[in-house]
């Protein structure tokens, strides 16, 4: 073989080989593109498939009409997710139940229905081309879907429902039935299992000493301390705070590095305000409960004046803050009455 070749005897092999090195690599088919989805879903524990740019591309807007499926987008951003408003992490945990219970009932060979989510960070062209502005938001695009914009988005208010809400939009979209969402019980069977053993094993002893009553329950400390407690979560609103979900302090208007703690306003009531009128009601409780219950047992005249003389101070000046903070909050003033034939 001659180890030096006339460069014009490579020319035609090069020729040759030149329609096949530049042909470019044929388009996925859609069966093609209907294997790759069914490998992603097998490979994710609840069946979600994360998407990007590039599947976007490879899977909808370059993936030749009408598909062989459909998908169901959940809208994501990792910067978000510690914005309690939006409740985008509960959110994503209800998007993947959903997608749990529909491929629990529908296996992947019967259901051409995927679940996908998208993350802001990584995908930002793909929410330019669906038109998301805002978040939390859901997507079903459909088989014949070209264009992304023309596909279907779930009103924000059924967001509120978690994935039952989720589930009426699927089966509303695609006809499909979801039925109940599997939710994982609570407590695992082998938690279970410990609980019963555990009470196996202590029961013997834990009926000696209820026979004795010699137990947390007896004991007298511990209901008058939950004792205290209902009645100071009762006169502080604590409830209202839970219910309308207040906080505790809100930032100054004025002065951004100082916080207010009393807001003016009936409309208006924070937790911190709250808890200094319970902490206030709460302090009264006990001294009327010290005077009638304890006071009484005591033998010295002395010390019984001197006590009831301190109560009385002290509840009077918490009632007075009392009035005073309803004064200020609400505008109206409440005032003694004193009769006539005494001005």
Same mark, same amino acid.
């Given at each position: ?7 014009? &005897?490579? +020319? ?5 080989? #030149? ?10 088919? @859609?069966?093609? !593109?209907?294997? %790759?989805?069914?490998? *992603? ?15 976007? $591309?490879?899977? =909808? &807007? ?5 598909? @062989? ?10 910067? !978000? ?8 992490? %509960? !959110? ?11 491929? &629990? ?7 051409? *229905?995927?679940? $996908? /989510? ?22 079903? +695009? ?49 938690? =279970? ?10 029961? @013997?002893?834990? +009926? ?10 007896? /004991? ?17 609103? &604590?409830?209202?705070? =839970? ?39 709460? #302090? ?10 304890? *006071? ?9 004046? #001197? ?18 903070? /309803? ?17």
């Amino acid at each position: 073989m001659d180890p030096n070749p006339n460069p014009l &005897t490579i +020319i035609p092999i090069l020729l040759l080989l #030149t329609p096949t090195l530049a042909s470019p690599s044929p388009s996925p088919s @859609p069966s093609d !593109l209907l294997s %790759e989805l069914e490998t *992603l879903r097998s490979s994710s524990d609840s069946g979600v498939i994360h998407l990007d740019d590039r599947s976007v $591309a490879h899977f =909808i &807007t370059s993936a030749p009409t009408p598909r @062989p499926y459909a998908l169901l987008v959940f809208f994501d951003a990792a910067q !978000l997710r510690s914005k309690p408003d939006l409740h985008l992490p %509960e !959110l994503r945990s209800e998007f993947a139940l959903l997608s749990h219970s529909f491929h &629990t009932r529908h296996p992947s060979p019967d259901s051409p *229905l995927f679940f $996908a /989510d998208l993350e802001f960070g990584e995908s930002q062209s793909s929410f330019s081309l669906f038109g998301v502005s805002s978040l939390p938001h859901l997507r079903f +695009i459909a088989p014949d879907v070209a264009s992304l914009r023309n596909s279907v988005a779930m009103d924000q208010s059924g967001f509120a429902r978690l994935a039952e809400s989720m589930a009426e939009f699927v089966e509303s979209s695609t006809g499909l039935p979801v039925g109940p969402i599997l939710r994982p019980p609570p407590i695992s069977a082998k938690q =279970i299992g410990f609980l019963l053993l555990t009470l196996l094993v202590s029961a @013997p002893f834990v +009926i000696k000493r209820v026979l004795r009553g010699d137990t947390l329950v007896h /004991d007298v400390r511990l209901w008058m301390g939950l004792s205290v407690f209902v009645y100071f979560f009762s006169v502080s609103g &604590t409830m209202h705070n =839970i219910i309308r979900k207040m906080p505790m302090v809100l930032p100054d208007r004025n002065s951004p590095g100082r916080l207010v703690f009393f807001y003016q306003g009936s409309g208006m009531q924070l937790g911190a305000e709250g808890f200094a009128v319970g902490f206030l009601y709460t #302090t009264v409780g006990l001294l009327l409960a010290t005077v009638t219950h304890v *006071l009484v047992r005591v033998r010295n005249r002395t010390v019984q004046n #001197t006590v009831m003389a301190m109560a009385m101070v002290v509840g009077y000046w918490a009632v007075a803050k009392v009035i005073y903070l /309803d004064n200020w909050k609400t505008g109206y003033s409440i005032h003694a009455f004193w009769p006539n034939r005494w001005k």
